[in-house]
């Protein structure tokens, strides 16, 4: 178990908290994106996780993707609970910095910023959706490219080939839809190859692309936006949901102990 009470400092100027085994940003939603947008402007190598409760179970489970996710230059808290969390552990407030905001007003700032964007991941029928709902609200956006890998291990020669079309493409935002874990994993081995801010988001583009509705504010407050994303996908999610649920408060409750 890697938790302790520690705050540390990374690639930046916000310091850490570590909740299980997560090394947590502190800093407002505004800072954080400021800081991203600043990275994006000089092209420079860096990234951004998004944790939530799921990443934390993974990542206890498994010390390479603890690893890959703690060497991102930013690591927020997507999650509820990370932030009650954070508050419970180090008595602070923590804003919490979600994907699904987080996209949609990125892609707005790259608009006011001139910045160019690259979606890589998800599925082709998602980014074509995506790339209309773009025309539609951010008709002045640079998309310099999309592309969806093949749902298997690639080789490194496709691994080279997809890098090279990024780089070629002269993106400062490549927003990497592969999921938990394979994109944190990705983002760890690629970001310094690739000079620009690699942002793993998950499934935030097909509620971008408005295949899926976003829980209403209220069920976001109480943290309850993990029940109504299962009443969308019931058969994928029900058994996610109950297993890293359980394990989450059983893994924080015993770090916590540990460090009494």
């Given amino acids: 178990m890697y938790y302790n009470l520690h705050s540390t400092a990374l690639e930046n100027n916000l310091s850490r908290s570590r909740v299980v085994c ?8 505004h800072q954080i994106q400021e800081e991203v947008i600043a990275a994006a402007r000089e092209k420079r190598s860096s990234s951004i996780c998004f944790a939530n ?4 179970v993974e990542a206890t489970q498994n010390k390479y993707l603890a690893d890959c996710v703690n060497n991102a230059t930013w690591v ?8 009650w969390a954070i508050r419970a552990i180090y008595q602070r407030k923590q804003e919490r910095v979600t994907g699904l905001d987080f996209l949609p007003d990125l892609l707005d700032r790259a608009c006011e910023e001139d910045l160019s964007v690259y979606f890589y991941g998800s599925t082709t029928d998602v980014l074509q959706a995506t790339l209309h709902t773009c025309q539609q609200k951010f008709p002045s956006l640079k998309i310099a490219g999309t592309y969806s890998p093949p749902f298997r291990a690639l080789t490194s020669e496709e691994e080279d080939l997809d890098v090279k079309r990024i780089v070629d493409s002269g993106a400062q935002l490549v927003f990497v839809a592969l999921g938990c874990p394979r994109q944190e994993v990705w983002i760890s081995r690629m970001r310094h190859r690739i000079p620009a801010v690699l942002l793993g988001i998950g499934g935030a583009l097909p509620v971008l692309a408005g295949k899926f509705s976003r ?22 999610l029900f058994r996610r949901y109950f297993t890293t649920n359980t394990l989450f408060v059983f893994y924080f409750l015993r770090g916590h102990l540990m460090n009494k």
């Fill in 22 to 29: 997560l090394h947590i940003n502190a800093g407002s939603y």
């Fill in 53 to 56: 409760v799921h990443m934390v």
């Fill in 76 to 83: 927020v808290a997507d999650g509820v609970p990370l932030v």
């Fill in 215 to 236: 829980a209403p504010n209220w069920m976001q407050r109480f943290g309850l936006e993990w029940l109504f994303r299962l009443s969308q996908e019931p058969t994928r």
